[in-house]
């Protein structure tokens, strides 16, 4: 499985920003999608994550009520729609994906980065206040 992100840029708080990530390889080992951030000098941070299936799907705290994460199986693509973008928003965002393995861990640990054994690149997010 190979993850590749995109829709980073550079975006006036208070608006909005989609990213996308193209899941390939074999996508039909995939269990779950998430996405990370990590901001300069700190920790990566789980932001979002969502079942293949699109039965499950949580958020990180600090994204509540603002962003979404969604799934299309068709593009074998997972978006990150980001509404109402504060300036600590402004960090490099990463796709990752959990493998049919790992379901039996990921309701306990999906916040987790053990979980997830692929990464994407990371696409850059900046907000300016």
């Known amino acids: 499985v190979q993850l590749v992100e995109s829709g980073g840029g550079l975006v006036q708080a208070g608006n909005s920003l989609g990213l996308s990530c193209v899941v390939s390889g074999r996508p039909f080992n995939v269990y779950a999608m998430a996405w990370f951030r990590q901001a300069p000098g700190k920790e990566r941070e789980f932001v979002a994550t969502?079942?293949?299936?699109?039965?499950?799907?949580y958020y990180g705290d600090s994204v509540k009520g603002r962003f979404t994460i969604s799934r299309d199986n068709a593009r074998n693509t997972v978006y990150l729609q980001m509404n109402n973008l504060k300036p600590e928003a402004r960090a490099v965002y990463y796709c990752?994906?959990?493998?049919?393995?790992?379901?039996?861990?990921?309701?306990?640990?999906?916040?987790?980065?053990?979980?997830?054994?692929?990464w994407g690149q990371g696409t850059q997010v900046t907000v300016s206040s």
């Open positions: 990752a994906s959990a493998n049919l393995a790992s379901a039996k861990f990921w309701f306990d640990e999906y916040a987790s980065r053990r979980v997830y054994g692929k």
């Open positions: 969502i079942t293949w299936s699109d039965e499950y799907s």
